[in-house]
Each structure stands twice: as structure tokens, then as C-alpha cells.
């Protein structure tokens, strides 16, 4: 059974930090990304890392969210520093079994398995 299981949301006070983590078990995965849904807003793309630890972050977490991965535990975390009010929204783990090269994913089409989602509120 393939399962994606978040953890490690919670309520913070801006400039604070928080880390996520996705335990990911029942199969092989290669991509791994983090998406994120506000009230009211489209699930959008947060981070991304593919088999081989490219990253990409998007362009308003930049500088503040930092994705990583553990193969040997098959842990994918993402790192929330400097937290905003804006960046209240449940997170979700998503993750595909393809092999890209340095390719990594940032469409929600590309993702095949999805966790529950965990939420995060950053209070001002």
C-alpha cells in the first residue's frame, strides 16, 4: 500500500520556523515535491527534489524553505524558516516514481501519490 504521511505542522508566530517531515512507504519513489493550499486558493508548488537531490523552491519561499531528503529512511522534510502569515495553508507530500535527469517536477500533474496534508498557521 502506498502511503505518503506528513507530520510536523502546527502554530507558530511569524519569523518563526518549523520543519515537515513525509514518510513515505509501499513503493519506490524518485521525485518528491511539497505543495501547499490556502482557503480559497489552488494547491500550488513549494519544493521539489528528484533522485538525484536536485532541489527547486519556489520563487516565494526562496531564501526561507529548504527541501531535503533521506534515501536510507525514506524521510523527505521541508525546512520553514522565517514563517509569514501567507504562508498559513495546509501542506501536502507528493511524490512519482519516474526518473528524470536533472529535471524536477513543479506541476501537480507530474505527482502521482499524495499525502493527507498537515496544517500550518503562522500567527502575525
Known amino acids: 500500500q502506498v502511503q505518503l504521511v506528513e507530520s510536523g505542522g502546527g502554530l507558530v508566530q511569524a519569523g518563526g520556523s518549523l520543519r515537515l517531515s513525509c514518510a513515505a512507504s509501499?513503493?519506490?519513489?524518485?521525485?518528491y515535491g511539497w505543495f501547499r493550499q490556502a482557503p480559497g486558493k489552488e494547491r500550488e508548488f513549494v519544493a521539489g527534489v528528484n533522485w538525484s537531490g536536485n532541489t527547486r523552491h519556489a520563487d516565494s519561499v526562496k531564501g526561507r524553505f529548504t527541501i531535503s531528503r533521506d534515501n536510507a529512511k525514506n524521510l523527505v522534510y521541508l525546512q520553514m524558516n522565517s514563517l509569514k502569515p501567507e504562508d498559513t495553508a495546509v501542506y501536502y507530500c507528493?511524490?512519482?516514481?519516474?526518473?528524470?535527469?536533472?529535471?524536477?517536477?513543479?506541476?501537480?500533474?507530474?505527482?502521482?501519490?499524495w499525502g493527507q496534508g498537515t496544517q500550518v498557521t503562522v500567527s502575525s
Open positions: 509501499g513503493r519506490a519513489f524518485s521525485s
Open positions: 507528493a511524490a512519482n516514481s519516474i526518473v528524470y535527469g536533472s529535471f524536477v517536477p513543479a506541476s501537480r500533474d507530474l505527482y502521482d501519490s
